[in-house]
């Protein structure tokens, strides 16, 4: 079956440092791709996505994200964490639902956690 | 601004009524979706919508109807044969949920269910 999947469910780290979100999925074909953040009680929110040609993409906040066919990846990258980070994190993929139907199939999400 | 509105931000129900879920948008989007959100299990698909007076089951819709008579409104109904309820609620709309591939979702900031 189809799926995404988030590595690590919660993710902490110091401010200042690296941020790294582990997304792999599984598909026949290379689907559109998205990263959304989260913060409490809140909707989610747009941090980039991957449709077509260049394989990384930036995003807002400084976030960027590297799509990697060989390995179906799509990892999310920080360089230096900010307080301001911290919020649940989620990976999603366009993946066929049959036919010529694509949905959008969300992994279970990462809890960034930033300690100062 | 244009976006994505749901209402109440938070809602109490005793066990055997139905209650329903509002989600406006002025996007001018064609396609709308519900999806449930329980801690650790991301995101599912109750419901969508890609064109006025035409919605689709995902892959929860055990339990809840929806209705799509304008284009700006999708109103979500949690009936009583909804087992487990209790969860955080998600609206989004895309430009058109489309045959294809799947557009960006833009997302509400959510309802807040809580069965008494």
């Known amino acids: 079956a189809q799926s995404v999947t988030q590595l690590g469910s919660h993710v902490s780290v110091s401010e200042g440092a690296l941020v790294l979100l582990r997304c792999n999925y599984s598909s026949s074909v290379p689907p559109y791709l998205f990263w959304y953040v989260q913060y409490p009680n809140q909707g989610l929110q747009l941090l980039l996505k991957?449709?077509?040609?260049?394989?990384l993409v930036k995003g807002i906040n400084g976030f960027e994200a590297e799509f990697k066919k060989s390995e179906t990846s799509f990892h999310l990258t920080k360089p230096s964490a900010h307080m301001s980070d911290a919020a649940e994190y989620f990976c999603a993929v366009s993946l066929n639902s049959g036919g010529s139907n694509y949905k959008l199939t969300f992994g279970k999400g990462t809890l960034l956690t930033v300690n100062p | 601004d244009g976006g994505i509105t749901q209402s109440p931000k938070y809602l109490f129900r005793k066990e055997g009524q139905n209650v329903t879920l509002s989600c406006e948008q002025n996007?001018?989007?064609?396609?709308m979706y519900w999806y449930r959100q329980d801690p650790g299990q991301g995101l599912r698909l109750i419901y969508y919508s890609q064109i006025v007076n035409d919605f689709q089951k995902g892959d929860i819709a055990e339990g809840y109807s929806v209705s799509r008579e304008k284009k700006e409104s999708f109103p979500l109904t949690v009936t009583s044969a909804q087992k487990n309820p209790t969860a955080f609620y998600l609206c989004a709309s895309s430009i058109g949920g489309g045959w294809g591939i799947v557009d960006t979702q833009y997302f509400g900031p959510g309802t807040r269910l809580t069965v008494l």
């Open positions: 996007l001018n989007h064609d396609a």
């Open positions: 991957y449709t077509t040609g260049a394989t």
